[in-house]
C-alpha cells in the first residue's frame, strides 16, 4: 500500500471545465430510439435484404447430413468416429436396401458405428461412437 491518495486519478478544475464545456458542443444531433418507438424503414428493408443465418454458416443440407439416402449423389457413404477413429465405408446402394431409400444419412450413420463400436462404457451418455459424416 502507498501514501498517495486517489487524488492523481481526479482531473483538475481546469480539465474539468474543458470537458463541461466540450459536452454542449460535442452532443450527438440526434437522439435514439425509445423501447416504443418505430424503427427506420431502412433496417427494415436491411433484414429482408439479409440472405439469413444459411447464407453464413454451413448449409446442412449441402454437407449431406440431412439428406435423404435417395437424394445422395455420391456411390460411396463414409462414416467416422471422432472418438475412436474409425471409418466405416458403405455402398448407397447397400444402405438404401438396409434402411431404405427415405432414410436420413445422420440417423444411419451413427446405427453403422454402434454395429461395430467399441467403445463401450457401459454407461448410457458416455458409450458409443462420436460420427463425422463425409459424403
Not at 464545456?21 to 418507438?37: L, Q
Not at 463414409?78 to 477413429?85: A, D
Request: proline share 9%; charged share 30%; aromatic share 6%.
Amino acid at each position: 500500500m502507498t501514501d498517495r491518495s486517489a487524488s492523481w486519478r481526479m482531473p483538475t478544475r481546469a480539465q474539468m471545465e474543458k470537458m463541461a464545456s466540450a459536452v454542449g458542443r460535442s452532443a450527438p444531433p440526434d437522439r435514439g430510439f425509445a423501447p416504443d418507438d418505430d424503427l427506420p424503414p431502412e433496417y427494415w428493408q436491411a433484414l429482408l435484404d439479409d440472405a439469413g443465418p444459411g447464407a453464413r454458416g454451413p448449409d446442412l443440407v449441402a454437407s449431406g447430413r440431412l439428406l435423404r439416402l435417395s437424394q445422395i449423389p455420391q456411390h460411396l457413404l463414409r462414416v467416422n468416429c471422432r472418438r475412436c477413429g474409425r471409418t466405416v465405408e458403405i455402398q448407397k446402394a447397400d444402405a438404401a436396401r438396409l434402411y431404405g431409400p427415405d432414410a436420413i444419412w445422420r440417423d444411419v450413420g451413427p446405427r453403422l458405428l454402434d454395429n461395430t463400436c467399441s467403445e463401450r462404457t457401459g454407461g448410457h451418455e458416455e458409450d458409443g461412437c462420436w460420427p463425422s459424416y463425409d459424403v
